[in-house]
């Protein structure tokens, strides 16, 4: 009984205990909530925090092109000769010397005078370093004087990349000006967590960083939640999904893993700050594919690609190899040297062979080449994989890359379509048909089908270029890229236009992106195909879409889809916002108030984006508009005459030109430059019927008969030519040729009467 008793009183305290303890966890619980998991937002901690668990990958990054992609000018980081050192360069003598331990460069700024600058940054360090100057508004600008790391000795970048361009402090590629700024150009490549803050209203930046180089989290993404991961035992960390990281780098297929390298090594559009919790890469970037004018009709490397737009058009790529298959992602270097790179896939037997490279080996008696890109081939080189496979040429003066799209030499069709092969590359003295004639003595003359032919025969008007171009498009063996631009090469077709809906719906949003973008929109049913991917799941596709849908006037938006596309225009303006800094922004930015009525805002952006870059040449011309629409057509004649006089053959410019001065009153001169226009501008048919019109206002009939004609022969698919023709015949009392003409359209056009 006793013990009853006792065991009730202890119970009785126990409970008294943990109702008293109860009420102070749960107070915890509210006030301070669970430590493991207070915050589950990650955010950016800095590489040492990694360190202690991740020393061996510390140490392959340390002293990689990551590590020493940017960094503070010092005596340590500093690799240029500043002693002093002299460059005559672009007609000027420019000088590079220290003073109180800084680095100064003495050389022409904004107004084209000579003068001196601090070096705050460098940039890179091999095959050559670039120095970066502090501007008013936050902004740093890139120098064109360039150290060479190779050859140790300065020069001056322009004279490579910008040939015979003539680029002065006017010209936007100007070292002060936009295309070498580093906030737009640069930085979100160059260090980690950028944010690049541009102010449109005061055009200037307030860019940050969280750590100068790319460091850990610029892959890994911010690493607050792992470190918590890591300080929890096993059985308490199954609430954290890949180990607390936001983005996955082990367990993903090939394309999950390229794209984690998207945003930096490839040609692209920026559509915001890069998110690393973003579940898709076209929520902040749309990737370029190897479409011409910059990449070779064949999708082989002209200008500056990044590498991914290359790769990803591979056949390597197609049998799902990444990156980190040839490259020590943390090091930057090769997992391994020669030949055995890629003999971890392809048999030494068959390719590691004479009878393969049918070149000679290392050691044997030859001359060595110069290839076109100035790069040295000793005798024995052309036993390598990579010197007939993965061919290269210099971008930045002297920074050879190579082509990742990884293909076969083709001198053939180098031959047909002025492609560059490797062959020619190194045997620069020897013709395409020479090197051709090798190949087939060699390897036969069977060939695989080559994409560039079905672009090229599109591009000159091969009647069978929509067969092979809707093969290319519906055939998923096709990298996604090359599929996207074979659709752009797509002619106007009811089978075409067929296709192109049903892409529409593709789970590629590069597909989709190039359907949106080819699809013309000629009907109300047009209008409503087009209007679900407002709801696309991709910032990317909405965007194309609602670009589309922008030349659609807004009272044929349906009612259950008006907020879809208030929506999308909201995000398509953030978007324009936040690429204005450029001067095609600031165009782009333009066009968009001027759409939507805005004028003040139009006209500002307009002044702006010629004042940034006097060449963009559409800017002046929709500036003229504008100033027509606004009911200042003084003011749309002044900008249109200084054009035209120094384009007098830009036949859109002269055109515009002709109405402006008839809106003015000015008749006579008017139709003097619309005649003008009407031969430089051989497809537009509304040219030859303005012509008439005027011709017509003077009395000239049988002049404004043949415009009209004319207006026919140049389109005569379009139904208003033919109407116009017959309406003059009609006003002018010429019944026989009205009535010929009436059963001309009756015949060609059965379904307008």
Known sequence: MGSFKKYNTTKSILIIIILLFLPVYLLKQHFFGNNANSDTTPHYVGKEACIECHQAEFDDWTGSDHDL???????????????????????????????????????????????????KYVFGYTPLQQYLVEFAGGRLQTLALTWNTLKKNWYYMPDSTYKGMNVDHTNWLHWTNQAQNWNSMCADCHSTNIKKNYDLKTDSYHTTFSEIDVSCEACHGP???????????????????????????????????????????????????????????YNHTNPAVPAAPVWY??????????????????????NDVQCNDCHNVHSGKL?????????????????????????????????????????HFEVGSGTQCINCHIHGQNFMGVDYRRDHSFR???????EKNGTPNACNQCHTNKSNKWASNYIEKWFGTSRPYQYGEAFSAAINGDKDADKNLRKIITDDLYPT???????????????????????????????????????????????KTLLPLLYDETKAVRFEAINRLSFVDSKLIPKNYRAAYKKAETERLNILKYNA???????NLANFYYQNHDYKNAEHFFLATIKQDREIEMAKLNLANLYSAMGKPQKAEKILADFVKENPENGMAVYNYGLILSENRKYKKSLEYLVKASELNPDNSRVDYNTAMLYDFFGEKAKAEEYLKKAIRKDNSNFANYSNLLQFYNKNNQKSKAKK????IEKKFPNRF
Not at 353 to 363: Q, R, S
Not at 408 to 414: A, E, K, N, V
């Open 481 to 527: 890229n090359i599929r996207a631009i074979a659709i752009q090469y797509l002619s106007d077709s009811t089978e075409n236009k067929t296709l192109l809906t049903k892409l529409l719906h593709s789970i590629e949003p590069e597909l989709r992106m190039a359907a949106i973008n080819r699809f013309n929109i000629d009907s109300d049913n047009d209008i």
């Open 335 to 375: 997992v391994l040297e020669g030949n055995k790179l890629c003999l971890q896939c392809h048999r030494a037997s068959d390719y590691d062979t004479p009878t393969h490279t049918h070149h000679k080996n290392y050691g044997e008696k030859g001359d060595a080449l110069i290839s076109a890109a100035g790069v």
């Open 297 to 318: 009709i064949d999708g082989q490397i002209k200008e500056e690609d990044y590498v991914y737009a290359s790769f990803t058009q591979s056949r390597m790529f197609m």
């Open 223 to 281: 690493a607050s939640e792992h470190l918590k991961w890591a300080n929890l035992a096993d059985y308490a960390r199954k609430d954290f999904k890949n180990y607390g990281l936001p983005v996955k780098t082990s367990g993903i297929d090939n394309i999950q893993y390229v794209n984690n390298c998207v945003r930096c090594h490839s040609r692209r559009v920026a559509l915001g700050d890069f998110d690393p919790l973003s579940p898709t890469i």
């Open 408 to 414: 076969i030499p083709r001198p053939d069709l180098s």
């Open 581 to 587: 800094d450029f001067p095609t922004g600031k165009f």
């Open 69 to 119: 992609a940017m960094d503070i000018a010092t005596d340590s980081t500093v690799l240029g000769d500043f002693n002093n050192a002299v460059l005559v360069a672009n007609n000027q003598t420019n000088k590079f010397y220290k003073r109180d331990n800084k680095f100064y460069v003495y050389t022409d700024g904004e107004d084209g005078k000579m003068k001196e600058f601090e070096v």
């Open 741 to 744: 003409l009436t059963a001309e």
